[in-house]
Each structure stands twice: as C-alpha cells, then as structure tokens.
C-alpha cells in the first residue's frame, strides 16, 4: 500500500521513537524512507550572520539524521534524508507532493479535550489537514 514514506522529525527525544514506526510500516510495505527536518525559517533576518546561523543549524540537523538513517539502513531500509529551511508545516505537505509520497508519519501530542484550539497551530495540526496523502500521527 506504500511506497514513500516521508518522516518529518524535530531533534528531540521523541524522533527516535518516530522513525521506528515509520520503519516498521516501511518494513512492511517495502516502502522506501525519506527523513526530513525543517528549520523554522525566522523572517526579516538578512545577512552574514544569518548563513551562519543557519549552516550551523544545518550541519547539527544532518548529523543527527545521518544517525538515524545509517541505524534504518542496517535494517535493509532505503532511506534518504533531507534539511530545509522554512514554515514546517507548509514545508512538510510541499515535500511531501513533490516526492510522490503516499504516506507521512508525523510526531503529536495528546490534545486537550478542555482546550483543543490550543493545538490547531501545530505542525502535525497543518500536515494533517493540508497533506494530500495519508498521515499518521505517532503519540
């Protein structure tokens, strides 16, 4: 049922935890990995400084991802790995179409059944509305 699986991931703790079940549905569907992390794009910074920044943010990102996909790849998993700059959730859905994926498998967090438009800005609030594939959200 799968083919490209695109996972969106922070570098936090919780990243881990997505892959993994992004690889098992991979391993299941033969499906092939792409790792994605997005630096949120600051607006209204021009200049030297900000090429630093953000190579800096850059070269940390990819390290952690090259990590990860040399873990998925001892696997027999195809994977791949990208590093973009911009808005995540847009970035996300854009990435997404243009590699033909049919699944992205996203972190979330439990929604607060009190408060739940608290969580209606978030990046797995954004992919999953606006992605034209299935998503899954991994709690």
């Given at each position: 049922?799968?083919?490209k ?34 630096i949120?794009?600051i ?11 953000y190579e ?11 990590s ?9 998993l195809?994977?791949e ?39 209606l ?12 594939c ?5 709690r």
């Amino acid at each position: 049922m799968f083919r490209k699986i695109l996972v969106p991931v922070s570098l936090n703790e919780r990243a881990s935890e997505i892959a993994e079940a992004a690889a098992e549905l991979a391993q299941q569907h033969s499906a092939s990995l792409t790792l994605l992390h997005v630096i949120e794009e600051i607006e209204d910074l021009d200049g030297d400084e900000t090429e630093s920044f953000y190579e800096g943010l850059r070269e940390r990102a990819e390290a952690s991802l090259d990590s990860w996909a040399a873990k998925l790849a001892e696997r027999g998993l195809e994977v791949e790995r990208e590093v973009l700059i911009g808005k995540r959730g847009p970035a996300i859905v854009r990435r997404a179409e243009s590699l033909g994926c049919d699944l992205v498998v996203v972190g979330s967090h439990k929604v607060d059944p009190d408060d739940p438009t608290r969580s209606l800005g978030t990046t797995s609030h954004q992919v999953a509305l606006m992605a034209g594939c299935h998503v899954l959200l991994v709690r």
